[in-house]
């Protein structure tokens, strides 16, 4: 049997350049397919923005929700630990969340944080 090095290294490199044709190709239909995904991703998440509202549960009673929920009212009597209300849904873990609250009137003080429920 005889060996021709020269013919084996040319078809060594031919091969390597297709294989390496190929991956070039295949790495591009995945960089298109993973910017579509981002994309899209990017998009669904821009639409789904919850709305939140104050829990009717998760609140003393002598806090009164107003306007559907979105709004939440005080007595000015109330004592330090009545003066809590939990917004609805949770906060997501995954992606940053906005939330924006306007105080129309506010008793001697005011406290807005975050907890666990």
Known sequence: MEYFPDAIVAEFKMQEQLVDGTLKSLCGVFDENMNALKYTL?????????????????K??????????????????????????????????????KITFLVQKCFNWIGIGICIK
């Open 60 to 97: 003393p009673k002598n806090i009164a929700l107003l306007k559907k929920n979105l709004g939440a009212k005080q007595n000015e009597t109330n004592n330090a630990d009545l003066r809590f209300a939990l917004i609805e849904p949770c906060l997501s873990l995954n992606r940053p969340s």
């Open 42 to 58: 990017t998009k669904n998440q821009a639409d789904f923005i919850p709305t939140y509202k104050f829990s009717p549960t998760l």
